[in-house]
């Protein structure tokens, strides 16, 4: 893995822990693809520092969890808005 990768992922890793934010929002501070992110924050971060990604890991599946929750309350927000 190139030294500017696992940097990154280590800075996205540490961003999610600390900001408890979403892949998504995760994404769009760092200005790269949401699949991207996802691949730092599970795969290549585990070959990097395997505590830091559990730590990660358990952030991101509250955070599916949760998704259908944050679905819902988006579809209720724009047909609120709308009317």
Known sequence: MRKYIARRAVEVSEYIIQN???VRETAKVF?????SIHKDATSRIMQ???K?????????KLHFEERHIRGGEATRQK???AK
């Open 20 to 22: 408890q934010t979403t």
């Open 31 to 35: 200005g790269i693809s949401k699949s």
């Open 48 to 50: 990097i520092d395997t």
């Open 52 to 60: 830091l990604a559990r730590a990660v890991a358990e952030i991101l």
């Open 79 to 81: 047909y609120l808005q």
